[in-house]
């Protein structure tokens, strides 16, 4: 049985001389088996493996999209990103003597239905995409107020649009055109939030949050989804970025929608289903809300019939905000330390 040297240090002074030469000898034995632990890191990620060397594991990598190799199933820990759904079922069969895994997505809902032990660790890689999804989620942003998915139709058609161009009224009351002086608020306020609201309360946006507990964070007033039929009618542009779970879908209901303005924009980087998306091509298409930019959706592609690529005033982004962990090496270097030690794991499920 493998003894963390945290434990052994403890245990070690209190121990008698000959107690203590069995405790040294039996650690040698453990710590050859800790030295033979062995991971597995995806080959889908250029990662820095220079930077996990020097602890008592041997990296080995695999294939995402294959089965796992014979010479790799006694891997003790597995790091998954963008694995298909047959490697994932596949490695849950074989991969016996498995004890934790480090997913680097966001929400490890692909290694949760792939059928492992429920003695087996998982942590997500819950941060390493906050930059990148803020980024589009602001990029989605501005392209709805500042409509140049528009300008780029007209543009095709070798057209002029007169409307979107020449003297414009500054900040209408009917429309969302700018960030200035914006009601902006983001439904699921967690660390992308959190990387987000800074940028949009620079351009001069009125940042407010929805969560599960309510609070200020960073300077930005987070309320409960209580408040929401007081919150939905002032706001100019919903970002939604909830988990995919059974609590968080069709939260944007047809009865939400209706809180909102006319002319609100819905901007979704979270999870596709969260939002009724029926419901959401009905509003747009009786011109009962200004727009949605989506970056994902339901079911993933987006089906041909989908009512979502016709209907009025709707951006579809092919879920690409994240895709680019940001410092993958340093997560799965301080859990692995972490591990070896027998302490707590960051982004533990």
Known sequence: MYLPPMLFSKLAPKLTSP??????SSLANTNTTAAAMKLLYPTSLKLDIQSLEGFSTDLVPYDV??????SATDADILVTWTNSADNLKDAAKKLTNLKWIQSLAAGPNDVLAAGFPASVRITTGSGLH???VAEHALGLLLTAARRFDEMREFQLKKTWPQHLGGAQPDRPKDRFTTLRDANV??????NIAKTLAPHLTAWGATVKGVARSAGVR???????????PELLPTTDALVMILPGSESTKDVLNAERLKLLPK???VVNVGRGTSIDEEALADALEKGELGGAALDVFKTEPLPVSSRLWTTPNVLVSPHAAGGRPQDAEALIAYNLRRFLAGQELRNLV
Do not use: F, N
Not at 19 to 24: A, I, K, P, T
Not at 65 to 70: E, L, M, Q
Not at 218 to 228: C, R
């Open 19 to 24: 107690s203590r030469r069995l405790l040294y």
């Open 65 to 70: 999209k294959a089965p796992i190799p014979d």
């Open 130 to 132: 906050d930059k990148t």
């Open 185 to 190: 608020l983001i439904w699921g306020y967690g």
């Open 218 to 228: 960073e300077g930005v007033q987070v309320y409960g989804e209580e408040s929401l």
């Open 263 to 265: 002319h609100a924009w």
